[in-house]
């Protein structure tokens, strides 16, 4: 961990001079200037849909910019030309306004296919209520008696006091930890029934691939299947008042016989938040591999 | 003849000093106020995203609350957009329109005056709010409810700048289109008009048809606050969505209002620097129509999260990038104008070309962000501020500054100072850049805006920002002084400052006269 620290400082001199190379990626991680692929199949579908049109997106400018800057360094007065005289080309305009849009639809096919897939709510194995509130989560697993609120981890909370002198840096997940996470089943369909108890919050958890709003008095709903065990974090993404950015989200990602009897020990009214031996699995793995 | 000698006797007994610019209806002194306001609140706005990117420089909060730092995230976008964008393009549509289409005057000099002399007093009421009990307005600019309604003392304050300001802009708007439509000199057809009055004249049909509804949308706030209404209270059996969808069907056209001269002006500059004439004239004139109107129903693409029906994402994605046709054929005409030309690179036409390159840049990320379920990621992150500030920044305030430089030794009869020109777009456009670029990668990597503080995986690319900040903050006091030079001196501005110039503006001398085509001017 502190390693990794010490490398991002160092970094800091390394970034600036890679953003004068127009950010050459072999400089930067990734996962720091990219989206997510997150952990299922619709956010490895959005994902590949962001790809997909932005290399699009890249193809174009290139053709454009390449006119463009060949004009400038061609078409200019100091290189002795003479302007040419034309001033339209129907043929050419028509074109141009055809051809992008042909772009256009073969861009829409693909974004409608995975609009319509997740819109789509039914044959849902499990539910769980979310609820923003000013400014923490709350969480609700249907029908099963258990629900807890999810609030910024204590350390975090002390840090980020304005002039609170403590490095961020030395917090473990500074502003992405939480007292209790919202540990859910893997390969299990789960229905998200999102709603706020004040005003508007939004989830989000990009490796989920989608953020959803909590709307006070509504209820949102949406749908995931995680397909890869493991503790992803996210946000709220909707300002919401003043410490909108202090109420971050921990989904912790377990096998399903796991979740059961965490389900059941959470039911018998066992220690919130952790597993069966009382400590939390997933932190003493994380200080494990930072030793 | 008897009528033209009074009107110069009339003339002769305007006041000098403050009462001179109090109560003035000529279209260049409330144009050069209009700008100059413009300008000073340019630098307060400015100073709102510098105290942001000081909180961002790195993580943990060292300089300001984050409720102070929620009060400038929202002033700073009301200020730019309705004190900074589009006085600026109101006042280059006072100065310019008159002269352009060969009008002596605004169709409504006195209202003229008041539209602009409502502005100071708007602001005035608006900033006084960061100092009322309870502090400035801090829900964002979009002014959401049920949040905005938590909004201390100042809230009643916000919704009646927000209505004077409105009320300025329709004014305005009537202004120029009486103007446009009833005084262009004889044989100005529509479409001989020079595209910036052409985009002005669709610009001012937009803002008239959506200020009022935002009127509309902010005073529902205001009765839901006092006189127990529930629009936006599901308790009350309203809906906080609706809100959302009539704000944006204001301010979706909103955007387009802060742009469209931006294309107007363009399409003015290009061509003189290219020596050609502009490639596409009537496909352009037509692809602003396409745009102004595309603009009426795409509004809920600012709002793919907020769990509207799948049909209602279907259609407005597909409205939403349909866009991209009309504003790409403005893109290839602009290229096109440029082939083949003979080019020079004074700083209005720099500003002009960076314009284009950077301004397709925020096309193309606004074209991403039309992707609905691609959206569900990039929606409410960075990526959407770096995208609107590519619109915006290097999109609307470039185009402002090309056309500040461009019609400068018009309005002064003093050429500016082209070193100095050029040091200002050359550091503006190097760390507008370094600024913004980064932050697409924030929100792609996962950074929500509107957050005072954020985890460490984001300080590297923050730090960067903030130093693009800073350094395009300072630059454009460079520009500040170059126009300070160039009102008091400088090599004297011929009638056709520029050689490739065309337009009637260029056929009076240089500084324009007081009064301007008291007698109509002939078109060929």
């Known amino acids: 961990m502190t390693n990794m620290i010490a490398r991002r400082r ?105 609009l319509i897939d997740l819109d789509d709510t039914s044959e849902s194995e499990m539910a769980v209520k979310i609820t923003g509130y000013q400014w923490f989560w709350g969480y609700e697993y249907m029908g099963e008696d258990v629900q807890f609120l999810s609030r910024l981890a204590t350390d975090s909370d002390v840090a980020r006091q304005l002039d609170s002198g403590i490095n961020p840096a030395s917090v473990p997940n500074y502003l992405q930890n939480v007292d209790r996470r919202l540990v ?18 939004s989830w989000w958890m990009p490796d989920l691939g989608w953020k959803k709003d909590a709307i006070p008095g509504f209820v949102n709903e949406t749908w995931t299947v995680i397909e890869e065990p493991g503790v992803y974090r996210g946000r709220c993404a909707e300002l919401c008042g003043r410490d909108h950015g202090f109420m971050p989200i921990v989904v912790e990602a377990v096998e399903r016989d796991e979740y059961e009897a965490w389900l059941a020990e959470q039911q018998a009214g066992g220690e919130p938040g952790t597993t069966a031996d009382g400590t939390d699995a997933a932190e003493a793995g994380e200080e494990l591999a930072a030793r | 003849m008897t009528a033209t000698t009074q009107d110069h006797a009339h003339h002769a007994e305007e006041p000098t000093g403050f009462k001179r610019w109090l109560v003035t209806t000529n ?51 009301l200020v730019m957009i309705f004190g900074a964008v589009m006085p600026a393009f109101t006042g280059l549509a006072n100065w310019m329109i008159p002269l352009m ?27 006084s709010t960061l100092f009322m009990p309870g502090g400035g307005p801090a829900g964002g600019w979009t002014m959401y409810p049920p949040l905005m309604l938590q909004t201390g003392t100042a809230f009643p304050f916000v919704i009646f700048a927000i209505h004077v300001l409105g009320i300025s802009s329709i004014m305005g708007s009537i202004n120029v289109i009486a103007t446009i439509l009833n005084m262009r000199a004889p044989g100005m057809t529509l479409m001989k008009m020079p595209l910036f009055v052409w985009t002005w004249l669709i610009t001012a049909y937009l803002m008239i048809a959506v200020m009022p509804v935002l009127a509309g949308a902010i005073t529902m706030l205001l009765t839901d606050q006092y006189f127990g209404t529930s629009f936006f209270s599901a308790a009350g059996g309203g809906d906080p969505v609706l809100y959302q969808h009539i704000f944006w069907f204001f301010g979706h056209p909103e955007v387009y209002i802060l742009i469209l001269p931006a294309f107007g002006i363009i399409s003015t500059i290009i061509p003189a620097f290219a020596r050609k004439p502009l490639f596409g004239y009537s496909s352009m004139v037509y692809a602003t129509a396409s745009i102004a109107f595309l603009s009426f129903i795409v509004w809920a693409h600012h709002m793919f999260t907020v769990g509207m029906p799948l049909a209602g994402q279907l259609f407005f994605m597909y409205a939403t990038m349909l866009i991209a046709v009309p504003t790409g054929v403005k893109v290839f005409n602009w290229v096109a104008t440029m082939w083949r030309g003979a080019m020079t690179f004074e700083t209005p036409m720099l500003f002009a070309l960076a314009f284009v390159f950077l301004f397709t840049i925020g096309g193309f990320s606004g074209l991403m962000l039309a992707i609905a379920p691609a959206d ?17 920044v290097t999109g609307a305030v470039f185009a402002i500054l090309a056309a500040a430089y461009y019609w400068m030794p018009k309005w002064t009869g003093h050429m500016y100072n082209e070193r100095l020109g050029q040091w200002h777009f050359w550091l503006s456009t190097i760390f507008v850049n370094v600024l913004f670029f980064p932050q697409h990668f924030l929100g792609l990597a996962g950074m929500p805006r509107r957050i005072p503080d954020y985890s460490v995986q984001f300080a590297d690319w923050n730090m960067v920002s903030s130093i ?23 090599q004297k501005a011929e009638a056709r400052a520029w050689e490739g110039a065309e337009g009637l503006e260029w056929e009076v001398p240089s500084p324009a006269p007081h009064h301007t085509f008291d007698t109509p001017p002939v078109i060929r």
Request: with cysteine; proline share 4%.
């Open chain 1, 10 to 114: 160092f970094g800091h001199l390394g970034l600036l001079a890679g953003l004068m190379l127009l950010a050459t990626p072999a400089l930067a991680d990734f996962s720091l200037i990219n989206m997510t692929r997150g952990v299922t199949e619709s956010s490895q579908e959005i994902y590949d849909l962001h790809m997909t049109i932005f290399t699009i997106t890249v193809v174009i400018g290139l053709g454009v910019f390449g006119a463009m800057f060949y004009s400038i360094f061609r078409h200019r007065k100091s290189r002795g030309v003479k302007p040419a005289k034309f001033h339209h080309s129907t043929a050419v305009e028509i074109v141009w306004t055809v051809l992008p849009l042909v772009i256009l639809v073969g861009m829409a096919v693909p974004a409608t296919r995975v």
């Open chain 1, 184 to 201: 859910l089943p893997v390969d299990t369909r789960i229905k998200f029934q999102i709603t706020a108890a004040d005003v508007i919050h």
């Open chain 2, 27 to 77: 279209h260049k002194d409330i144009g050069s106020m209009y700008l100059l306001f413009s300008l000073a609140m340019f630098l307060v706005g400015g100073a709102m995203a510098l105290v942001i990117r000081a909180e961002l420089f790195q993580p943990g909060l060292q300089v300001v609350d984050p409720y102070f730092f929620n009060q400038m995230t929202t002033m700073h976008a």
């Open chain 2, 101 to 127: 289409v060969g009008a002596p005057d605004m169709a409504l000099p006195r209202m003229n005056n008041w539209s602009f002399w409502l502005l100071p007093f708007g602001f005035a009421i608006l900033l």
């Open chain 2, 376 to 392: 569900f990621q990039y929606h409410d992150t960075y990526f959407v501020v770096a995208h609107f500030h590519y619109v915006l």
């Open chain 2, 468 to 490: 693009g900040g800073f350094g395009f903050g300072f630059a454009q006091l460079i520009f500040v002084w170059l126009l300070y030079k160039c009102i008091r001196g400088g």
